[in-house]
Each structure stands twice: as C-alpha cells, then as structure tokens.
C-alpha cells in the first residue's frame, strides 16, 4: 500500500495507517480513517477514539493483542475531509484483501462509513448496527461480520453507548460460543 502513488490522499497524509493489534487474532475491527493523532503516529486508534474502543473492547475481556484494527482508509484525508467515491472505490478491493490475507473469524465494523461499503448498502448505521451478516471479502469464505457505532460518535452522544454495547455483547456470545478449547 506504501506504493500505492496513484491514490491522491497518500500524498496529503503523513503517515501510511495500516494496522494495529494481532494480525493473527480472531476478531478484525475496521473503523473509518485516520485522525490527526493516527497520521502523526502511523497507527490506528492512537486519539481519543481510540481510547474509548480500548474500553469498549477491554468491557468483553479483549484488547490490543486479541483484536487486529485497521480502517477503510489507510490514509488521512486533508482536515478530516469524506473521501471521495473514487477514493473509496480505490481502496475498498485494498481493504477486502487486507482481510483475505489476515483471515479473521469474524469482523466488527465501526460506523456508517464501514459498514455502508463493506455491506454495500445504503441504510444508515442505526439500520446496520446489531445484525450478524455474512460477506464474502472475495476469498469465497463467509466471514460473519457485525456493524456497530463509532466510538467518535458515542463521545459526542453518550447516550448511545447502551447501543453499542448491547452490540459488544452479541460479540462476546459469539466469541464464546465458537472458542476455540
Ligand atoms: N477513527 C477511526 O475510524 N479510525 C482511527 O484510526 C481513528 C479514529
């Protein structure tokens, strides 16, 4: 992806943002994009956001080294700016092969962004959020994957978090049920 030249948003970030956590893990989180703190340091989830997902998933008895992160775009785009559909539609097939080489057993997208694309779907978030679904990222094995709020959402509404962890616990039973002994 360091490569990736042809993609205008390489050329106003920083830094490339292209995973954290367990590549190995069972879970894959795709957020949204880089924030100002993730282009300064190369690393997803780094800011306030982050912060808040740490809690988030610590509240299910995951972290850092059980979850793997990485967002449907790699790079900042200019003040935080939507990126573009031609960005998108650039950077999707990047994102689904990050998940084919990274085979998770199940993904968790955070926020309307995410899940729109990857489920390809127009409905807004509050229609996606709290429904397992299965998608194929092109390597022909159903990945079950589950949409839920943004953590940048819950820190301007509050309120929400009830939501968002009703949906953390659906993925807790999931875990469980399928743990591999
Ligand atoms: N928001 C995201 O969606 N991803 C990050 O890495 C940081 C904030």
């Given amino acids: ?54 809690k988030m998933i610590a509240s299910i008895g995951l972290d850092r080294a059980s979850v793997y992160l990485t967002n449907l775009l790699p790079w900042r785009p200019p003040g935080n700016r939507s990126p573009t559909d ?32 990857v489920l390809g779907s127009h409905d807004g978030i509050m229609k996606l959020r709290g429904r397992w679904r299965d998608v194929d990222f092109g390597d022909g094995v159903p990945r079950p994957v589950l949409a839920s709020l943004h953590p940048a959402y819950l820190l301007r509404s509050p309120a929400q978090k009830r939501l968002a962890f009703e949906d953390l616990l659906l993925l807790a039973k999931r875990l469980a049920s399928v743990a591999i002994k």
Avoid: Y
């Fill in 1 to 54: 992806m360091a490569k990736l030249d042809d993609c205008p948003l390489k050329h106003t970030a920083s830094n490339l943002c292209f995973a954290d956590g367990n590549p190995g893990a069972r879970l894959m989180i795709i957020g949204e994009a880089p924030g100002r703190d993730e282009d300064r340091m190369g690393v997803p989830f780094v800011g306030a956001d982050g912060q808040l997902l740490d």
């Fill in 86 to 117: 031609e960005e998108t539609a650039m950077l999707l097939p990047w994102l689904f092969r990050h998940v084919q080489l990274a085979k998770p057993e199940f993904v968790l997208l955070l926020g309307g962004a995410a899940a729109k694309l």
